[in-house]
């Protein structure tokens, strides 16, 4: 029980690492639902891991926090991806001023509006492969409908495969029960 503490501590910052490594992946990787699957099978068999380690006993809504972990990591990893976004959209737009070294400040200005962008439109940039051109004016609706979609695999998954897991490692026991009762 002393241990349970540690266990979601440690489970809540292999989650982070996990998310933030992701980011880092090369993006054939990272097709949507495909690796929203697989971090959260990531985050359920780290955690399944840090259980042995330390010697926790099972508990009541373990699998639910699996699989919240999993979202949130899902949630870091997308929020990771649209900070990293942001950082190139601002280097490619000290390029586009030094290009031009007599424009105006309120060209400036102009250039930095437009190369700003908002959560949505990350959205819509990351969800281009499936919803067509970036260009198109789909709904934010549908863009957070996916997002949510991906947060929803990643923690589904995780809560399988833990479950999974959980029932492997019982698994082996009662099967030698069963044999040695014949």
Known sequence: MKNKGAWFFTGMMTAAVIAIVAVWL????KKLGLFSCLLGAMVAIALWKLKAVFDVANQVGERWFVALLAGSAEALRTG??????????????????EK???????????LS??????FP???AFRYSAILGHREQDHGTWV???MFAAELLLASTTAFFAYRYLLQQKQAPTDSRTVQESQ
């Open 26 to 29: 090369p993006a054939a990787l």
């Open 80 to 97: 990771e991806s649209y900070r990293l976004h942001l950082e190139e959209q601002k280097r490619q737009l000290a390029r586009q001023i």
């Open 100 to 110: 031009l070294p007599g424009m105006l400040p309120a060209l400036a200005t102009d």
């Open 113 to 118: 509006e437009r190369v700003k962008q908002g």
């Open 121 to 123: 439109d990350f959205l």
């Open 143 to 145: 863009l957070f409908v």
